[in-house]
């Protein structure tokens, strides 16, 4: 499995890299959108052939291909247990490895041309759409260390153009990936209009613009309409299920079941709930901004709107079976772009070059 060779950068056609991944947290205890992301870009990688083990505070999930060596927190403050993650990646030696690709906390690491470090978004955007001003502070401070992370040595990527223009020294966008391979359409759909929503309520996800919506608009036109929320924030009412965690594949069977996947984000980096709902052929409506708009085209793929017209354009769809079908077939289209192998090539292609590929 090792490189070939004398020295660290040396590696023949066919054998596999030696990749060292650093994530905070893994799905196994925190399924949130960079540790979902470490995870499937991992397993797609060990599929290629490579060698990966991955650093992290969590455990191992379920099925995992790849090694994970699981750190200990010595943290007891909440601002100790924040920067913790950053204090233990700086402490690990890379040299057995041919590459060491940073899923955040880098910033106390030493630069190298085996680093790769990929930003999920930005901190700053985090910070201009944070809901409360403890939050906006907390976000620009770790909006100071990603700048810190962009000077050192290293081969820096982000996922959108939105990441680029608030970190303008990222050169290379490589957005999220969906294993295609799992979220996939299914074989019906619920005999009432449906709509599945993920994120909080109170946070830029704005999940409570969901609720008004739903039940302001969706509710008096659909008096059957069922709407499905997945978040940490409990909620209810009228037609209303909720739901704190669901595991990946009751995941995609909500996606399958829906009819209508709904998104009232201001800000999203990347928007990988949309691409997986277009994966399972359920048309997405959102509200417009950076993520959304750079997958969706209004009325091709997907639905835009403004968080005033997420009523009326949930209606739209969920009366209108001719355009869910057209956008659910647009949407099958644009997901295979974003298919969690093709990315998993595009990252092999950086780690070959670090690695001295002939």
């Not at 909720?242 to 594949?249: I, P, Y």
């Amino acid at each position: 499995m090792a490189a070939s060779g004398t020295g660290p950068f040396c590696w023949r056609k066919g054998a596999a890299i030696r990749i060292a991944f650093f994530s905070k947290q893994l799905p196994s205890d925190a399924p949130n959108g960079v540790s979902v992301q470490a995870h499937r870009l991992a397993q797609a990688l060990r599929a290629l052939g490579h060698a990966v083990t991955c650093f992290s505070f969590s455990p191992a999930p379920a099925q995992a291909r790849y090694e994970v060596r699981v750190l200990d927190s010595r943290a007891w403050s909440r601002i100790g247990r924040k920067l913790e993650p950053g204090r233990r990646f700086a402490s690990i030696d890379t040299g057995p490895f041919d590459v060491a690709h940073y899923h955040g906390d880098d910033y106390l690491c030493p630069g190298s041309r085996r680093r790769v470090r990929t930003f999920y978004g930005s901190a700053l955007d985090e910070a201009l759409h944070a809901g409360r001003p403890g939050r906006a502070l907390y976000q620009t401070l770790f909006y100071c260390l990603e700048w810190v992370s962009c000077l050192r040595k290293g081969t820096l990527a982000g996922i959108s153009t939105a990441t680029q223009r608030a970190l303008p020294r990222v050169r290379t966008i490589i957005p999220c990936g969906v294993p295609l391979d799992r979220f996939t359409p299914g074989s019906s759909k619920t005999p009432h209009p449906s709509v599945i929503f993920m994120g909080d309520l109170h946070s830029r996800k704005r999940g409570n613009e969901v609720l008004k919506a739903f039940a302001h608009a969706v509710r008096p036109r659909f008096a059957d309409a069922r709407l499905t929320v997945i978040g940490p924030e409990r909620c209810g009412g009228p037609g209303i299920d909720w739901k704190c965690r669901v595991d990946e594949q009751e995941l995609i069977e909500e996606y399958r079941r829906a009819w209508v996947c709904c998104s009232a984000s201001s800000y999203e980096g990347f928007g990988v709930p949309m691409i997986e709902a277009m994966a399972c052929a359920t048309p997405v409506v959102s509200a417009m901004n950076e993520g959304s708009g750079a997958i969706i085209c209004n009325g091709v793929n997907g639905l835009l709107c403004t968080p005033r017209d997420l009523g009326p354009a949930l209606c739209a769809a969920l009366g209108d079976a001719p355009l869910r079908a057209r956008l659910a077939e647009a949407g099958l289209q644009t997901a295979r772009a974003y298919d969690v192998n093709t990315i998993a090539r595009r990252y092999e292609e950086i780690y070959q070059t670090i690695a001295g590929r002939p």
